[in-house]
């Protein structure tokens, strides 16, 4: 897949370069596709969907006093 | 495409700067696709997926810069490279997410370059990139003259340009084949290159 993807990013190059404009932007519509998928296949977990679970936050009416004690005065 | 061959001065110095400030992004975006080759083969660090569809962005940056040098300046092509600027910034904040909490499968990210990691370096620099396309836009967009002047108008430049985007395009065949060689044509991995790996049931 990721193979796919640089052949289109080469061929869009290339072509846009050397060849035909049109042609090239076809090749750039199937790479950015191809790119957009495999960065969804990428970060897609079957436990835990797009989410991050080890991203936490946590609500403090007051800094926690551990945080604090690391703060020099 | 109308094709000025003579300017006035001030449209002349606005087109040149606008070339200018393309090829300066797209020497930018050459130089760190260079520095990240050079790191993968030199100090053996195995771009992941992620890392390998932030080259791709880059590229698709370089490509919009070529088209307007081949074919004329047009917003069209400073869209195509905003929209794998902004594919950069996606990628790279997505990635920094994921590393930054060490874990079983993530819990190596590389090494740090001025104290940060390489995702962090990819989302600043799509952060430049799409800050500098912004400005380049507000600063020149608004001259019709830029949108008609072809670069062969300053034989510097197009020079200049010519060579970078042939070596963008010998770049992106390179990076072609280090990702065949790393992934195959199958789902790419960091354990190691895998086709230059033996088989499992060599001895």
Redesign the interface.
């Known amino acids: 897949m990721m193979a796919a993807v640089f052949a289109t990013m080469l061929l869009s190059v290339a072509i846009g370069w050397f060849g035909h404009r049109t042609l090239a932007l076809a090749c750039f519509g199937i790479c950015l596709a191809l790119s957009l998928g495999l960065f969804l296949y990428e970060v897609y977990s079957p436990d835990y969907g797009f989410r991050m679970p080890w991203l936490q936050v946590e609500r403090h009416d007051a800094p926690p006093a551990r945080l604090m004690a690391e703060i020099p005065s | 495409m109308i094709f000025e061959e003579v300017l006035e001065p001030p449209s002349r110095a606005t087109a040149w700067l606008n070339y200018a400030a393309l090829l300066l992004t797209m020497i930018a975006a050459a130089g760190i696709l260079t520095a990240a080759l050079y790191f993968q083969y030199t100090a053996a660090e195995l771009p992941c997926?992620?890392c390998?569809?932030q080259r791709?962005?880059l590229?698709?940056v370089?490509?919009g810069a070529?088209?307007s040098f081949?074919?004329g300046f047009s917003y069209a092509n400073s869209g195509?490279s905003l929209?794998?600027s902004v594919?950069l910034l996606?990628?790279s904040a997505?990635q920094s997410?994921?590393d930054?909490?060490p874990?079983p499968g993530h819990a190596y990210v590389g090494s740090a370059v001025l104290g940060l990691h390489m995702p962090v370096w990819s989302a600043l620099i799509a952060l430049a990139l799409l800050i500098g396309q912004a400005i380049q836009l507000a600063l020149f967009g608004g001259s019709r003259r830029v949108l008609d002047t072809h670069v062969r108008v300053f034989p510097v430049i197009a020079a200049v340009a010519t060579l970078v985007?042939?070596y963008?395009?010998a770049l992106?065949?390179a990076?072609?084949v280090s990702?065949?060689l790393q992934?195959?044509?199958?789902?790419?991995h960091t354990f190691g290159y895998e086709l230059l790996s033996p088989p499992p049931n060599s001895p």
């Open positions: 997926p992620l390998l569809l791709v962005a590229f698709g370089c490509f070529m088209l081949r074919h195509i929209i794998f594919f996606i990628v997505r997410l994921l930054i909490y874990r985007s042939l963008v395009i992106c065949a990076n072609l990702v065949v992934c195959g044509i199958d789902q790419c």
